[in-house]
T-cell receptor
């Protein structure tokens, strides 16, 4: 089945700096790559997603890039703010199911 | 976006009893729903894919006789944890959508199950 690797597991940045989280996937048939933000005890919230026919997508301070050849995709958060602190999960869709990475705990310090 | 609800939001039960969790899509019809389990400080692990009107598809390692899934209508899927044990204590999250031609999955708020 699909295997999604996510790095780093923890990331600490100063407010205003950028944060980058990287994921790799194994199944070349994967066609949809969402990123979720999850706060403690709450549901995952979709923050950005990208389909396999697109290489890059941006939404204000958040961007995602996809390299299908290398089977990796990355989340970029610019001008980080303390409220960006949370756990971020990448996922890859094969068929109808999502396979999640292990998560990155992001801490933004003022 | 679409709204998915879960009930209950938290439940405490005794070892050996069964617990039913409901997942509802409130403003759309979901032919496919998904059940995930999340242990503390871990990722979401897909347990099963629930298809309306047919049997659920379970992921490897998930006991189908222990985690009973019923998807009797286009807006409701239920997960019953039978003969619960303390190791079943976890955060159970459902999602809906993500079917044919629909990429995005909409997550429910989750159910915190504690088995004593």
């Amino acid at each position: 089945g699909e295997n999604v690797e996510q790095h780093p597991s923890t990331l600490s940045v100063q407010e205003g700096d950028s944060a980058v989280i990287k994921c790799t996937y194994s199944d070349s048939a994967s066609n949809y790559f969402p990123w979720y933000k999850q706060e403690l005890g709450k549901r995952p919230q979709l923050i950005i997603d990208i389909r396999s026919n697109v290489g890059e997508k941006k939404d204000q301070r958040i961007a995602v890039t996809l390299n299908k050849t290398a089977k990796h995709f990355s989340l970029h958060i610019t001008e980080t703010q303390p409220e960006d602190s949370a756990v971020y999960f990448c996922a890859a869709r094969t068929g109808y199911a999502l396979n999640f990475g292990k998560g990155t705990s992001l801490l933004v310090t003022p | 976006g679409a709204v998915v609800s879960q009930h209950p939001s938290w439940v405490i039960c005794k070892s050996g009893t069964s617990v039913k969790i409901e997942c509802r899509s409130l403003d759309f019809q979901a032919t496919t729903m998904f059940w995930y389990r999340q242990f503390p400080k871990q990722s979401l692990m897909l347990m099963a894919t629930s298809n309306e009107g047919s049997k659920a598809t379970y992921e490897q390692g998930v006991e189908k006789d222990k985690f009973l899934i019923n998807h009797a209508s286009l807006t409701l899927s239920t997960l019953t944890v039978t003969s619960a044990h303390p190791e079943d204590s976890s955060f159970y999250i459902c999602s809906a959508g993500g079917g044919a031609g629909a990429y995005e999955q909409y997550f429910g708020p989750g159910t915190r199950l504690t088995v004593t």
